[in-house]
């Protein structure tokens, strides 16, 4: 699976967007693009993943580059409780297992 | 949705004690399930794949002797730390994917382990 580099730590005022980038430049055709986030003393929870078209859901939005080799989670309003770290994975869609970076440590901030 | 369950959510043992955590996938079969191994403020490190009816795949550096997986039945997995010691205090996770969907692996809420 391809790897990723995630920024160590990122702030975000509440209330306000939060942009959380990922490179994955040696991403292949078949991989996918998922993000998950842990908050302290849980297990992860995931978010979205997508494939080289933007999704959205209730939760965030991805966009995904046009040469796939980088994205971007964004949170539309940050609360508080989005405070966590954040992971971005890229793996192939037929499996389970997920290798996990550092990921981001996004503070939301009052 | 689909959920994944693990027990206990909190264990402290005694130093060469045998320690049984269970990962159970509520509403949905898993024929493969994952356990990883978290320290403080670490990132989470895959131990071992448990496969259903077969022996589970460790990771490179996971003894298999002391870290034994049972994957019991379709919804089912335990992680029994054997002759457990202090260094392996740390927060043991597991997590199941859907084998009908293409979407994501679905985690516990995770067992914090203290060896005293």
């Known amino acids: 699976d391809a790897k990723t580099t995630q920024p160590t730590s990122m702030d975000c005022a509440e209330g306000r967007a939060a942009n959380l980038p990922c490179n994955h430049s040696?991403?292949?055709?078949?991989?996918?693009v998922y993000w998950y986030r842990q908050i302290h003393s849980q297990g992860p929870q995931y978010i979205i993943h997508?494939?080289?078209n933007n999704e959205t859901n209730e939760m965030a939005s991805l966009i995904i580059t046009e040469d796939r080799k980088s994205s971007t989670l964004i949170l539309p309003h940050a609360t508080l409780r989005d405070t966590a770290v954040y992971y971005c994975?890229?793996?192939?869609?037929?499996?389970?297992?997920?290798?996990f970076g550092q990921g981001t440590t996004l503070q939301v901030k009052p | 949705g689909a959920v994944v369950s693990q027990h206990p959510s909190r264990v402290i043992c005694k130093s060469g004690t045998s320690v049984k955590i269970e990962c159970r996938s509520l509403?949905?079969?898993?024929?493969?399930m994952f356990w990883y191994r978290q320290f403080p403020k670490q990132s989470l490190m895959l131990m071992a794949t448990?496969?259903?009816?077969?022996?589970?795949?460790?990771e490179q550096g996971v003894e298999k002797d002391k870290f034994l997986i049972n994957h019991a039945s379709l919804t089912l997995s335990t992680l029994t730390v054997t002759s457990a010691h202090p260094e392996d205090s740390s927060f043991y996770i597991c997590?199941?994917?859907?084998?009908?969907?293409?979407?994501?692996?679905?985690f516990g809420q995770g067992t914090r382990l203290t060896v005293v």
């Open positions: 997590s199941a994917p859907r084998q009908d969907q293409n979407t994501e692996a679905f």
């Open positions: 040696t991403i292949s055709g078949n991989e996918y």
């Open positions: 997508g494939l080289k």
């Open positions: 994975i890229v793996k192939k869609s037929n499996t389970g297992k997920l290798i």
């Open positions: 509403d949905f079969q898993a024929t493969t």
């Open positions: 448990s496969n259903e009816g077969s022996k589970a795949t460790y």
